[in-house]
């Protein structure tokens, strides 16, 4: 099947599919930020280099967020197109 012949349903569930992976990613991005401030945070301090960390770390976690609520919002999207038990799929 392309592009051309899917159904709004299908192409909703495969920006859902996307979002998860981003998300995935996301989360594991946040944790080895975080395993590297951990590790150099006194160093980092110490280099006046902290503060470029703690934004990253905050940017990545609003990402994480940002995933989460519009994964949330897609799935929502995927039931109102989904098709209803008594109606035929087209």
């Given at each position: 099947m392309t592009a051309d012949?899917?159904?709004p349903l299908e192409h909703v569930k495969d920006v859902v599919n996307q979002l998860k992976e981003?998300?995935?990613?996301?989360?594991?991005?946040v944790?080895?930020?975080?395993?590297q401030w951990l590790m150099f945070?006194?160093?980092?301090?110490?280099?006046?280099?902290a503060?470029?960390?703690e934004a990253l770390m905050t940017?990545?976690?609003?990402?994480h967020?940002?995933?989460?609520?519009d994964i949330a919002a897609m799935e929502e999207v995927v039931v109102e197109l989904s098709p209803k038990?008594?109606?035929?799929?087209a």
């Amino acid at each position: 099947m392309t592009a051309d012949t899917k159904t709004p349903l299908e192409h909703v569930k495969d920006v859902v599919n996307q979002l998860k992976e981003m998300h995935h990613y996301a989360r594991n991005n946040v944790e080895h930020l975080t395993a590297q401030w951990l590790m150099f945070d006194g160093e980092l301090k110490k280099l006046k280099q902290a503060d470029r960390f703690e934004a990253l770390m905050t940017k990545q976690a609003e990402l994480h967020a940002a995933l989460e609520t519009d994964i949330a919002a897609m799935e929502e999207v995927v039931v109102e197109l989904s098709p209803k038990e008594d109606e035929p799929e087209a």
